[in-house]
């Protein structure tokens, strides 16, 4: 099956630090989607973007297919953007999605 | 909000026993997915079902099972549950069989003791 790596593994800022998290995939995809795991647990959708560019505040996104990579930028990062956040991807066999192990991102005040 | 509808949010039983996972789709949609989240495996896919059919499965024990019934809504029933199952599981909806925007509720989280 398809393999997703993110990097980085850990990642600590203070507060108001912009931050870039890359995802990279091992085979053409029909889907990618960046979602952000509160401490609660909740996975919150940040981004559907199998590719181009997208903008959402002070996130944005940029998923190159062609390349096989995605980045998603934090920008002036706040305590409450700490948490996880996972890159999945949807084979063009299917629309399951299949997981990365996640970026632990960590802002202090 | 997404839509997604997951009952119950937490479930503490012992081991042997069996649980069912209640998932209530995002109106329109059709495709159901289940997804385990536990410590030392990360998100793992485990079954979709597209309009009352099974569509894809992952890795889903022989011990765990799950449908999709005509109002859409979905349950995964674990039976003969052991210490390891203990995790949060997760349903997400997406409208079509093969592509689009999965959405995901806010998950059960299922102790063993």
């Known amino acids: 099956g398809i393999q997703v790596e993110q990097s980085p593994p850990d990642l600590i800022l203070q507060e108001g630090a912009n931050s870039t998290l890359r995802c990279n995939f091992s085979d053409s995809v029909n889907n990618l989607q960046w979602f952000h795991q509160n401490p609660w647990g909740q996975l919150i959708n940040l981004f559907y973007i199998p590719s181009g560019t997208k903008q959402n505040g002070r996130l944005s996104a940029t998923t190159v297919a062609t390349e096989r990579y995605s980045l998603l930028y934090i920008s002036s990062s706040q305590t409450t953007d700490s948490g996880v956040y996972f890159c999945a991807v949807g084979e063009t066999s299917g629309s399951r999605l299949t997981f990365g192990e996640g970026t632990q991102l960590t802002v202090n005040p | 909000d997404s839509g997604v509808t997951q009952t119950p949010k937490h479930l503490i039983t012992a081991t042997g026993q069996r649980v069912t996972l209640r998932c209530s789709p995002r109106?329109?949609?059709?495709?159901v997915y289940w997804y385990q989240q536990s410590l030392d495996q990360g998100l793992q896919f485990l079954i979709q079902?597209?309009?009352?059919?099974?569509?894809a499965k992952g890795n889903i024990l022989e011990r765990f099972s799950a449908q999709q019934f005509p109002d859409l809504h979905s349950e995964l029933n674990l039976s003969s549950l052991e210490l390891g199952d203990s995790a949060l599981y997760f349903c997400a909806s997406s409208v079509g069989q093969k592509t689009g925007e999965l959405f995901f509720g806010e998950g059960s989280r299922l102790t063993v003791l």
């Open positions: 079902y597209y309009n009352g059919e099974e569509r």
């Open positions: 109106s329109g949609d059709l495709s």
